[in-house]
């Protein structure tokens, strides 16, 4: 980790590429959890290398303080992330995704989302959050559900779509950014339920990233 002293900025370097964090609040100060930050890493770029554009954007999903019982593992998000994905697969969205769990001063935990999607068939992130918020409410329940569970004003703030092309590392560089604030320690459970992962993602289709690729972004 390297920390950019005269402005604050927090930094990263992975194969030589200089890749800034989170570090706009006070959570970024407890650091991140790098695992998290080396999946990130390779989501994105094993997805560049087999999609000439990438529409990336991030989602959070909450419990209601009002609910009395919710499943203290992930069987939930287990659940709404199959079959978000699912229904994307179906549309050609070819979705990557990686998800944390966290929990700040509420009793319920909550869960942040990142999204990959095929930037040729996808540009605006309103056909996934309506999905989104389908799912998460069948998890949730009719009777305690409200569409403010699913924060999605980072969807539209932060959406960003990256193209493999020259230019490409600063689009990275902003990508990456973005989703460094769910490797953050803050908020992350110390103790977690017997067999409860504290993230998921999905499965890498390639192990090497193009030659193509990395001289764009080394250029």
């Known amino acids: 980790m390297i920390r950019n002293t005269t402005y604050g900025e927090v930094y990263c370097s992975r194969h030589g590429i200089l890749l800034p964090l989170y570090s706009s609040s006070e959570k970024a100060r407890m650091g991140f959890a790098s695992d ?3 999946i990130g890493y390779d989501i994105f770029l094993n997805y560049l290398a087999a999609h000439s554009k990438a529409f990336f954007f991030t989602l959070n999903l909450h419990y209601p303080e009002t609910m009395p019982f919710y499943p203290l ?3 939930d998000m287990e659940r709404f992330i199959a079959a978000l994905i699912q229904n994307l697969a179906r549309k050609n969205y070819d979705p990557a995704y990686l998800w944390v769990r966290e929990r700040d001063n509420s009793e319920h935990h909550h869960y942040h989302v990142a999204l990959w999607l095929n930037g040729n ?5 309103q056909r996934v959050i309506d999905e989104v918020i389908a799912l998460w409410g069948q998890c949730v329940g009719k009777e305690f559900f409200t569409a403010g569970l699913v924060h999605y004003d980072g969807a539209y703030r932060y959406a960003l ?6 230019g490409l590392l600063l689009e990275f560089q902003t990508g990456f950014r973005t989703f460094s604030y769910l490797a953050k320690q803050y908020s992350k459970e110390i103790q977690l339920p017997v067999r409860c992962r504290r993230y998921g993602y999905s499965q890498l289709k390639t192990e090497r990233h193009s030659n193509e690729l990395m001289n764009i972004l080394l250029s």
Do not use: A, T, W
Not at 161 to 166: D, E, F, K, V, W
């Open 36 to 38: 998290i930050l080396d």
């Open 73 to 75: 593992d992930n069987s």
């Open 161 to 166: 779509m990256l193209r493999r092309q020259p």
């Open 121 to 125: 068939e996808i540009q605006h992130p």
